[in-house]
């Protein structure tokens, strides 16, 4: 279901390609995000990067706020988690993820997290609430509205933006109020994984008396908030029951969710889509913004 060799792999790949096809040999020394972010940097973004929200090096999350940004504005804020198979990534690897949203007229937080075998479950979550407790008591500073913020992640960082949701435990130990979270838009995120069936994230979830404690779909109710999920169905990587599963039990609680797939399109693939070098594999953009703004 996650295999962390083979996201890695497509990843480099797509980037390598966009690498050629952008800018060839005058940015040969660039890694494939380097030019990915290259291509989607926008003077329309303003960024504070570095900012901690934890004492440990990886505790930091960088901010991009709209340019046009007037004093006295609140814009919806969508704090976003990469993914990487709770073993890798960066949120400077992300800055597209970033532009988009800020094109959108949103507030972006890219946030780190510590990484297997750094750390294992549930710290990851528990950096998650950090920075959502950092974003709800600065983000005001950054022209952001701290009572309209939305998570969103790709991959691993889906499952830390769904369970962030639907697990209020992170969040209150935290001491983040319930109800902070008012949406999640959640990339082809292994909802439904049972950590010790997938021999690429066993170590990371290791020594868990209960399985389900790391499962989203374990902690659906009527309390949970809206929900996109995305997901491409060329993926090799997370399968599709993890989506159908967790949207088919939102929909028995009565709980607004909106599942989209997306043909032709594999793991990498979908997030990339955010990118403007591969915008035009999948409407990933376009229902993004589609779902934020019905819940401005």
Known sequence: MLIAKTYVGKMNRFLKVAAAVAVGIALAGCSGFDVLN???????????????????????????????????????VVLFFYGGS????????????GNALVKMGYVAVLADYRLYPQVTFPAFQRDAALALKWTRENIAGYHGDASKILVMGHSAGAHVAALLALDPSYARAAGVPDGTIKGVIGLAGPYAMVPSQ???????????????????????????????????????????????????????????????????????????????????????????????????
Not at 86 to 97: E, I, K, L, N, P
Not at 212 to 227: E, G, K, L, S, W
Not at 281 to 295: Q, Y
Request: charged share 20%; no cysteine; aromatic share 6%.
């Open 38 to 76: 290259l291509v989607a940097a926008s003077t329309a973004a303003k960024a504070t990067t570095g900012l901690s929200y934890g004492a440990d090096p990886r505790q930091k999350l960088d901010v991009l706020v709209p340019e046009s940004a007037r004093p006295g504005a609140a814009l919806p």
């Open 86 to 97: 709770w073993t890798a990534g960066s949120r400077t690897d992300y800055r597209f993820v």
């Open 198 to 296: 997938i021999d690429s994230v066993r170590a990371a979830f290791a020594g868990l008396p209960d399985e389900n404690v790391a499962r989203p779909v374990t902690f659906v109710t009527a309390a949970a908030p809206p929900m996109l999920l995305l997901y491409g169905l060329a993926d090799k990587t997370v399968g599709r029951a993890n989506a159908t599963e967790l949207a088919q039990l939102l929909r028995a609680k009565g709980r607004d969710v909106t599942l989209i797939e997306y043909p032709d399109v594999g793991h990498p693939g979908i997030v990339l889509a955010m990118a403007p070098l591969f915008k035009g594999r999948a409407a990933v953009l376009a229902d993004t913004k589609a779902f934020l703004d019905r819940l401005k």
